[in-house]
């Protein structure tokens, strides 16, 4: 069996995710990228995984209410660990793919030796994109689709709603990505244009 056939839990009641699946979420507040990465993290530690992941300060000490003790004994035992967000935007905005797949790959390595099942990774895009800019994160995405379906490991990009009247940049990058969170569902991509015109015009 390829690797990355491999199922591991989403976090989704009822679904899975396969090892190589690059996922996209857009969100509308802290406490609906909270809704969809706790449980995301949470059921990758239950199942022995690495697990990493950026976000705002602001907001960690609520992510690891959400997660529990077990959150905390995580992060204490290393199978939990916070990246730094501008470590993340120098690496995405300075490096060539062939230099990314490489770094993503010794990445997971580096899991695997430490015992873990795979590596899950997740992250707030809107707090590297500064740095990083739109058509740099575009090339990124379209980097990781591609390596991810050959390594054990998922990846969850977490874009900030923008109303398309105002920007288009978070459905395009979404659409780079073969599956996605919407609400309590997980929806492969020909699904996307279709949740795309549900949701032009919010706010």
Same mark, same amino acid.
């Given at each position: 069996m *390829? *690797?990355? *056939?491999?199922l591991v #839990? ?15 979420h857009?969100?509308y ?5 909270l ?13 022995g ?35 730094d ?13 062939r230099k ?7 990445i997971?390595r ?8 795979s590596? @899950? ?14 058509? *740099?994160?575009?090339f990124?995405e ?9 390594? #054990? ?9 923008? #109303?398309?009247?105002i ?6 990058a ?10 309590a569902?997980?929806e @492969?991509?020909?699904?996307l ?11």
């Open positions: *390829r *690797r990355n *056939r491999i #839990p989403s976090g989704v009641p009822g679904t899975n995710l396969r090892l190589g699946d690059h996922l996209c857009v969100y507040s802290d406490d609906h990228f809704a969809t990465v706790v449980p995301y993290i949470k059921a990758g530690l239950e199942n995984e690495k697990c990493t992941i950026y976000l705002a300060d602001g907001i960690k000490p609520k992510f690891l209410d959400l997660l529990g003790a077990k959150g905390q004994a995580a992060v204490e035992c290393g199978s939990l660990e916070f990246l967000p501008d470590d993340v935007a120098d690496l995405y905005a300075s490096v060539s793919g990314l797949e490489q770094a993503m790959s010794v997971v580096q899991a695997l030796d430490s015992g873990y099942k590596l @899950r990774v997740a992250g707030q895009v809107g707090l590297i994109l500064p740095k990083v800019g739109q058509e *740099r994160m575009l990124v379209m980097v990781t689709t591609r390596v991810l379906r050959q390594l #054990p490991a998922v990846l969850l990009c977490e874009y900030p709603f923008v #109303p398309s009247r920007s288009s940049f978070p459905w395009e979404a659409n780079l990505h073969p599956r996605f969170f919407y609400g569902s997980l @492969r991509a020909s699904r244009e279709v949740i795309h015109r549900k949701e032009r015009g919010k706010k």
